[in-house]
């Protein structure tokens, strides 16, 4: 399916089967290395997804990304992922120079899977790629709450990568977001 705007076509797959792929990546290398293939596959997918986000649409003229109003990037953002059925971002401004995006309904996650720990591995990476060659610096992404682990929303906290790795290593330890968010500089 070739959308309008895009040179690429478009594969629809049901949500379903791309659990499935994930599932059975897992199951054949393992959780840490599914979790890494899957991180880079993300990573490669958002060179394919970045023209869109400065692809004109019937009510926003075609713009670059890194030149946009702040609220109508994020608008793009959102409407990026919530018409190619990811579900709906939203952005949260949490700490000088970190945000997070958040989505009840996030395709990636599945909330039957009972998982320890955040699982949309996917995401962050296509997330990490698309922020990073919007700001043209390199950019973190960590999943701080998943619905495949029982959390009402998935939130992907980005930033620079110091920051992150303070704050995933204040997480592991046990602290709240919100405590470990208190401790950045």
Request: a negative charge; glycine letters at 12%; aromatic letters at 6%.
């Amino acid at each position: 399916m070739r959308r309008p705007g895009t040179t690429n076509p478009e594969l629809a797959l049901p949500v379903p089967s791309f659990r499935a792929m994930r599932a059975a990546l897992d199951e054949s290398v393992g959780p840490d290395a599914a979790a890494t293939a899957l991180r880079r596959a993300g990573h490669a997918a958002g060179d394919a997804l970045f023209p869109l986000l400065s692809a004109g649409t019937a009510d926003a003229p075609a713009a670059e990304a890194g030149e946009l109003p702040e609220a109508a990037f994020w608008r793009r953002v959102a409407d990026l992922f919530g018409s190619r059925g990811w579900g709906r971002l939203e952005f949260q401004a949490i700490h000088p120079g970190l945000g997070a995006l958040e989505a009840a309904d996030w395709a990636e996650a599945d909330p039957a899977d009972g998982g320890l720990l955040p699982s949309c591995h996917f995401t962050t990476g296509l997330l990490a790629n698309l922020l990073g060659r919007t700001a043209g610096a390199d950019v973190g992404v960590l999943e701080v709450e998943c619905r495949s682990r029982g959390d009402l929303c998935c939130r992907f906290v980005f930033g620079g990568h110091d920051a992150l790795d303070t704050l995933h290593q204040a997480l592991a330890r046990g602290q709240s977001l919100e405590q470990a968010l208190a401790v950045l500089v």
